[in-house]
Structures are given as structure tokens and as C-alpha cells.
Nanobody, 114 residues
Framework: QVQLVESGGGVVQTGGSLRLSCVVS????????MAWFRQAPGKQREMVAT???????DYTESVKGRFTISRVNAKSTVTLQMNSLKPEDTGVYYC????????WGQGTQVTVSS
């Protein structure tokens, strides 16, 4: 059974930084795509960033140049470094494991105050 544990959310002022981490308990981590999603109040969940097992990354346009996704396969961990945060980055951030079938973490709240 795959389990994900996220950490690192919190409250930060505009322009600040946060680092989210997701530790995965799974038989196979290194070859699977990992992703961060977020859901703002009243909005649909959206993809923020993805990283393949080979390290290829992709970002939604609004976070390019500000967020960085990375992974350490030896620690079954994926992180999301978020810089220059804006109020519109506020939401619950979810870690997702898997390339074809998915497992989600419980989410961590990120609040950016103006």
C-alpha cells in the first residue's frame, strides 16, 4: 500500500518562501512520476509541477521561474521549493504519486498573506 506524507505548509507574507516535502512509502519510487497539485477555495484542483522518474520537470505557467520541483530517489522524497509567493498561490497543496495510477497525500495548507 502506497502512503504519502506531506509537510512544510504554513502562512507566509507576499514575496516569501516555503518548501514542501512529500515522503512516499512505496515498493517502487524512482521510476514513477511525482506531482504537486493545489486547490484554492472554490476552485478546481490544478497541477502545479511534475517530475518524471528521469527528472524531467513541468510547471503550470503561473509558477514558472518561482517554483522548483525536485526529488531524491534514495529518500523517496519529492520537494517543492516555492519562492516569491503571491496571494494567488494560497491553497491546499497535494502530493501525488504514480505514472498511470495515482495515490494522493492528505494535503498541506499554504496561505500567502498580502
Amino acid at each position: 500500500q502506497v502512503q504519502l506524507v506531506e509537510s512544510g505548509g504554513g502562512v507566509v507574507q507576499t514575496g516569501g518562501s516555503l518548501r514542501l516535502s512529500c515522503v512516499v512509502s512505496a515498493r517502487i519510487f524512482s521510476v514513477n512520476t511525482m506531482a504537486w497539485f493545489r486547490q484554492a477555495p472554490g476552485k478546481q484542483r490544478e497541477m502545479v509541477a511534475t517530475i518524471t522518474g528521469g527528472g524531467t520537470t513541468d510547471y503550470t505557467e503561473s509558477v514558472k521561474g518561482r517554483f522548483t520541483i525536485s526529488r531524491v530517489n534514495a529518500k523517496s522524497t519529492v520537494t517543492l521549493q516555492m519562492n516569491s509567493l503571491k496571494p494567488e498561490d494560497t491553497g491546499v497543496y497535494y502530493c501525488r504519486y504514480g505514472t498511470y495510477t495515482y495515490t494522493w497525500g492528505q494535503g498541506t495548507q499554504v496561505t500567502v498573506s498580502s
